[in-house]
């Protein structure tokens, strides 16, 4: 039973910066395809930034350059970086994983992924 915690979220002012960590477990695939997304009240989910393999990042338009995403196998756990908080970038923050390494496509749309967190708060004011 695959499980994912993530921590990290908290409310800070613009400018600032967080660190959100997601930490996997149970799963019994060695690889595996991670991302962030996030949702806003009254918006879609929408991708934040995806890691397919411990190289390859993508990254949603409006946190490119702010964001950055990362993983450490070893710990099971993936990260993302976030600077220049910007207040339109408050929302619940979900980690996601899948088994295996999912095409660029597919590594950034929220049905790509069968595993979710249970969501980490960032407000920024």
């Known amino acids: 039973h695959v499980q994912l915690v993530e921590s990290g979220g908290a409310s800070v002012q613009g400018g600032g910066s967080l660190r959100l960590s997601c930490t996997v477990s149970?799963?019994?695939?060695?690889?595996?395809?991670a991302g962030w997304f996030r949702q806003a009240p009254g918006k879609e989910r929408e991708g934040v930034a995806v890691?397919?393999?411990?190289?390859?990042?993508y990254y949603g338009d409006s946190v490119k350059g702010r964001f950055t995403i990362s993983r450490d196998n070893a710990k099971n756990t993936v990260y993302l970086q976030m600077n220049s908080l910007k207040p339109e970038d408050t929302a619940m923050y979900y980690c996601?994983?899948?088994?295996?390494?999912?095409?660029?496509?597919?590594?950034?749309?929220?049905?790509?992924?069968?595993?979710w967190g249970q969501g980490t708060q960032v407000t920024v004011s």
């Open positions: 890691i397919p393999t411990g190289s390859d990042a």
């Open positions: 996601a994983a899948a088994e295996g390494r999912l095409s660029r496509f597919m590594s950034t749309q929220t049905w790509g992924y069968k595993y």
């Open positions: 149970g799963s019994r695939h060695s690889t595996y395809s």
